[in-house]
């Protein structure tokens, strides 16, 4: 059965302080593992897609990357607007679905 | 592109009540999806419809929940009679096919007393 971890639970951090968050996923084919960034009260907005090992992909002052086992979200000089949780999922061949992790709240202080 | 829509945003019932969602999808988008979020935790999936054809629901409780989708767009998630373990949100989510990035609608959060 496909299982995605992600850690930390929560993490607070001030203004500049750059960090990484986590994502472990144990999956019988990974045919894509997606970022999602979702804010209260809404639904998850997609970041990136990685579909193989070595493979990173970058948007402003996230960039993403990519392990036989594992995903790290790495925040660059973060802004109290990048708050929110970051949720990843991963994508296997033989139940054709998505199975998402429970996310990490990111909070940004000015 | 106009996003997914979902109504009602709010919905408040009594248990044991019957409470329907309502999902416009993107348009173009063959595959969609229902999701169930609980307070801190990842989206679980419900059902996955391929066009109109429903291809898996083997986590929708089939005794009180229904869904459809008519002519392959809109599509509607029911639950009757509702329990208290029913209370999260519920996400409506699309994409080109099965495999590509999804697009969440905002979700409905379904309240139960």
């Known amino acids: 059965e496909d299982q995605v971890t992600q850690s930390p639970e929560a993490l607070r951090l001030q203004e500049g302080e750059s960090s990484s968050l986590n994502c472990s996923y144990t999956v019988s084919g990974l045919r894509g593992l997606f970022w999602y960034r979702q804010d209260p009260g809404k639904g998850p907005e997609f970041l990136f897609t990685?579909?193989?090992a070595g493979e990173e992909k970058e948007k402003e002052r996230l960039k993403a990357t990519l392990t036989k086992k594992e995903s790290f979200l790495h925040i660059t000089a973060p802004k109290p607007e990048d708050s929110a949780t970051y949720l990843c999922?991963?994508?296997?061949?033989?139940?054709?679905?998505?199975?998402f992790g429970p996310g990490t709240r990111l909070s940004v202080l000015p | 592109e106009a996003g997914v829509v979902q109504s009602p945003r709010y919905k408040i019932i009594e248990k044991k009540q019957p409470v329907a969602f309502w999902c416009n999808p993107i348009?173009?988008?063959?595959?969609l999806y229902w999701y169930r979020q609980n307070l801190g935790q990842g989206p679980e999936l419900l059902i996955r419809y391929e066009n109109e054809e429903a291809v898996d629901d083997s986590q929708l409780p089939k005794d009180r929940f229904s869904a459809e989708r008519l002519k392959g767009v809109d599509s509607t998630l029911k639950i009757q009679p509702a329990e208290l373990g029913d209370s999260a949100v519920y996400l409506c989510a699309s994409s080109r096919n099965n495999n590509s990035p999804l697009h969440f609608g905002n979700g409905t959060r379904l309240t139960v007393t």
């Open positions: 999922a991963v994508f296997d061949n033989y139940g054709q679905n998505f199975v």
């Open positions: 990685l579909y193989s």
């Open positions: 348009s173009g988008h063959n595959t």
